[in-house]
């Protein structure tokens, strides 16, 4: 009986599909899991639209979004898409701590305080973040993830221009991890590795341990090339 009364809950119930959404100076790409099929929708950006993660064209980027949109099947026009928004990684800070075992009550706050002492950024101009990586006898592992506002928010008003719902907004280095943690079970995983991702944007490499992102850092091409020429300089 329970099980009936659950499934037919389940059919009442409201379940958005929500996608995944990345957004880079390059490129924009679509991905939403749909009667265990998967649907995609991409598009190639041309330069000046996004530059160093940072919107630059509103109003090309808001037609880019909406022709992504079209590349949907049985796309309603009139319906908001949800989305999880991947942002581009040049934009995005993490920084892993650890906190003292403490109560539940405790725990936002002492987060919170961590996060303004280790962020990069000012706190009025930014948007941060963090979870718990693990939890062990004695210490928590936190993960924290710092943006400023300005790109997000910009990213933010075009997106919902376009139709689109941001349901959240990541980096991603989480969105893989997470990906592989889904896709593969915890004990196929080791201990600890480092992951380097190839991207028209640059090179993103972080640590994974215990199934769960604890660093992550980007280096852009072009600040890689600058690199490279001013050791040859030398």
Known sequence: MLKKLASF?????????????????THIRFARIEKEKLVTSSLRLPPGIIEKGKLMDRGNLIAALLKVRSGLPGDRKNQAIQVVVSLPPSIVFTQSFSLPRIAASKLEEAAELNLQMISPLESNVSYSDWQVLQAGENKLDILGAFTEKSPVD??????RSAGYLPAAFEFPALSLTRVARNLSPLSNFPAAFIVVSISGEGLDTFIVRSGALYFSYFRSWESIQAMSSKNREI
């Open 154 to 159: 910009d990213f933010n008003l075009a997106l």
């Open 9 to 25: 809950i389940d059919q009442l119930s409201s379940k958005p599909l929500i996608g995944g959404l990345e957004l880079c100076d």
